[in-house]
């Protein structure tokens, strides 16, 4: 299994910057992509960004060229950058990993952080 912890969040004026962190535990050699949904009072969860093992980075419409993943293999992090805030990214951030094991995908979440952008 993966556990995932995340930092960062926070209250930032709309304009401003964040940067989210994610640590990961466990079984991250069994990781094949990692990224970061997030859950807007009121919305089903939606996808922010992932980065595949194979050195792609997709992210939603509504945040690219705003926000930039990195990895950071070394130390297990993984991190979310986001520039020019604006209210609508207002949500719960939660840090995610899609670990292999065999022929089985299994999905593993983190507990979320609040980013709350005000205008």
């Known amino acids: 299994q993966v556990r995932l912890v995340e930092s960062g969040g926070g209250l930032v004026q709309a304009g401003g910057s964040l940067r989210l962190s994610c640590a990961a535990s466990g079984s991250t050699s069994n990781i094949n992509a990692i990224g970061w949904h997030r859950q807007i009072a009121g919305k089903q969860r939606e996808l922010v960004g992932v980065s595949n093992d194979g050195g792609t980075t997709n992210y939603a419409d509504s945040v690219k060229g705003r926000f930039t993943i990195s990895r950071d293999n070394a130390k297990n992090m993984v991190y979310l950058q986001m520039n020019n805030l604006k209210p609508e990214d207002t949500a719960v951030y939660y840090c995610?990993?899609?670990?292999?094991?065999?022929?089985?995908?299994?999905?593993?979440w983190g507990q979320g952080t609040q980013v709350t952008v005000s205008s």
């Open positions: 995610y990993a899609r670990a292999l094991f065999g022929p089985i995908p299994i999905t593993s």
